[in-house]
T-cell receptor, first 112, second 118 residues
Framework: DTAVSQTPKYLVTQMGNDKSIKCEQN?????MYWYKQDSKKFLKIMFS???????INETVPNRFSPKSPDKAHLNLHINSLELGDSAVYFC???????????FGPGTRLLVL | AQTVTQSQPEMSVQEAETVTLSCTYD???????LFWYKQPPSRQMILVIR??????QNATENRFSVNFQKAAKSFSLKISDSQLGDTAMYFC???????????????FGKGTHLIIQP
């Protein structure tokens, strides 16, 4: 069974469109995260949700909105996509008291 | 704010050799975790090893071990008997233990591309 899954794995879209990336974890963790990996492979935290409550919200354009319907799911919705949004987006989960985070396979987003 | 620095953008060694990847970090926190993650060409982020700051003993996982020097804020990864499958990007990461006991998001270094030559 996949521990942290993301859909889709690849997403190609036009500028100005709205898209969503879904994430699910079956590890029973209480916290989920979204990270962005840019073209130079640099990884940066975007959001963190703990028990459906937003904990971390780094300096991210408000076109990005995380949505957590329950502890096992954290979706990322992006409005009005821009060329600079092209990146790999990783979902991760972990128990906040333990520190370790487990990552999904990533979603490669290409905005044309 | 925390920073993590990996000063070796790329390293190349022969199969079966031992290699050490460097990582330094800067923080004013006293309670935190440090990690090494591996990212092979498949893109998957794989946890290699974890170290708790309050533990003096260096963590080990099979062929992987760390040299954790808290005073120097250094956290290097040693890979023994390197294998072709170790070829990957390696990221050093830091997370502090927030007030209330929970850990924050990870702060990553820029990564070291390790190439194992046959």
């Amino acid at each position: 069974d996949t521990a942290v899954s993301q859909t889709p794995k690849y997403l190609v879209t036009q500028m100005g469109n709205d898209k969503s990336i879904k994430c699910e974890q079956n590890l029973g963790h209480d916290t989920m995260y979204w990270y962005k990996q840019d073209s130079k492979k640099f990884l940066k935290i975007m959001f963190s949700y703990n028990n459906k409550e937003l904990i971390i919200n780094e300096t991210v354009p408000n076109r990005f909105s995380p949505k957590s319907p329950d502890k096992a799911h954290l979706n990322l919705h992006i409005n009005s996509l821009e060329l600079g949004d092209s990146a790999v987006y990783f979902c991760a989960s972990g128990d906040r008291g333990f520190g370790t985070q487990y990552f999904g396979p990533g979603t490669r987003l290409l905005v044309l | 704010a925390q920073t993590v620095t990996q000063s070796q953008p790329e390293m190349s060694v022969q199969e079966a050799e031992t290699v050490t990847l460097s990582c330094t970090y800067d923080t004013s926190e006293s309670n935190y975790y440090l990690f090494w993650y591996k990212q092979p060409p498949s893109r998957q982020m794989i946890l290699v090893i974890r170290q708790e700051a309050y533990k003096q003993q260096n963590a080990t996982e099979n062929r992987f071990s760390v040299n954790f020097q808290k005073a120097a804020k250094s956290f290097s990864l040693k890979i023994s008997d390197s294998q072709l499958g170790d070829t990957a990007m390696y990221f050093c990461a830091f997370t502090r233990v927030a007030s209330g006991g929970g850990a924050d998001g990870l702060t990553f270094g820029k990564g070291t591309h390790l190439i194992i030559q046959p």
